[in-house]
C-alpha cells in the first residue's frame, strides 16, 4: 500500500448508529487532517494532528470524535449524527516543518450517507 | 473568517482550446498558493503552486498567473486535453503552516 488509504470507502448509517472511519497513511508523514467536501463548498477543514497531537478543532460539532493512536493511523468515530452530516469525508497527511510548503496528501475519502 | 474566492464554478472548453481559473484572497498573511486538481472517485492532489515573490509559474500545460497588488491569482491550462476534465480548487496558506483556505472548485469539462 502506497499513500493514503481510507476505508470503508462508502458508508449509510442511521442517525442512532455509532460509526468509524479510518486512515492510514504510509509516507511517512508527521501531520494528519480530517477535511469535510460538501458539493459547491469549500473543503472544511476539521481536525490536525501534528505529531499525535490534536492542534486544531476547527469548532467541529462533538458528534465528531477524532483519534490519532500513532503517526500513521486516524480515525473519525461518528455517532447520532444529522443528515446534513453527509458528505465526503478526506483524510490528508502532510510533513509539517520540512522547511518547504504544507503539500497535501490526499486519500480518496469515505462517502458518508447518513439517513 | 478569510476566504478564497474562486470563479467559475463550472467550465466547458472544447478539446485544444484554453481553461482559466480565476481566484481571489483576502488574508495578505498567505505566501503560498496552491491548486489541487480531483478527479471522480479520487482525493484531491497538487498540481501545481506558486509563492508571492513571482508573477507566473508554469509546468508543462499549466500556468499560474499572480498578481499581489490585487489579490488575484488564475491557473491557465494550454491545449486542454479531455483528460484534463476534473474539478480544481484554489488554495491560500503560509508556508509551512498547515491550515491551507481552500476555494469552492470549478468542474472542467472538456469536449472531445
Known amino acids: 500500500e502506497t499513500g493514503v488509504t481510507q476505508t470503508p470507502r462508502h458508508l449509510v448509517m442511521g442517525m442512532t448508529n455509532k460509526k468509524s472511519l479510518k486512515c492510514e497513511q504510509h509516507?511517512?508523514?508527521?501531520?494528519m487532517y480530517w477535511y469535510k467536501q460538501s458539493a459547491k463548498k469549500p473543503l472544511e477543514l476539521m481536525f490536525v494532528y501534528n505529531f499525535k497531537e490534536q492542534t486544531e478543532n476547527n469548532s467541529v460539532p462533538s458528534r465528531f470524535s477524532p483519534e490519532c493512536p500513532n503517526s500513521s493511523h486516524l480515525f473519525l468515530h461518528l455517532h447520532t449524527l444529522q443528515p446534513e452530516d453527509s458528505a465526503l469525508y478526506l483524510c490528508?497527511?502532510?510533513?509539517?516543518?520540512?522547511?518547504?510548503?504544507?503539500?497535501?496528501?490526499f486519500g480518496a475519502g469515505s462517502r458518508l450517507t447518513v439517513l | 473568517q478569510q476566504q478564497v474566492k474562486q470563479s467559475p464554478q463550472s467550465l466547458i472548453v472544447q478539446k485544444g482550446g484554453i481553461s482559466i481559473i480565476n481566484c481571489a484572497y483576502e488574508n495578505t498573511a498567505f505566501d503560498y498558493f496552491p491548486w489541487y486538481q480531483q478527479f471522480p472517485g479520487k482525493g484531491p492532489a497538487l498540481l501545481i503552486a506558486?509563492?508571492?515573490?513571482?508573477s507566473e509559474k508554469k509546468e508543462g500545460r499549466f500556468t499560474i498567473s499572480f498578481n499581489k497588488s490585487a489579490k488575484q491569482f488564475s491557473l491557465h491550462i494550454m491545449d486542454s486535453q479531455p483528460g484534463d476534465s476534473a474539478t480544481y480548487f484554489c488554495a491560500g496558506g503560509r508556508g509551512s503552516n498547515y491550515k491551507l483556505t481552500f476555494g469552492k472548485g470549478t468542474l472542467l469539462t472538456v469536449n472531445p
Open positions: 509516507l511517512g508523514h508527521n501531520a
Open positions: 506558486i509563492r508571492p515573490d513571482v
Open positions: 490528508a497527511s502532510s510533513q509539517e516543518g520540512a522547511g518547504g510548503a504544507n503539500v497535501l496528501t
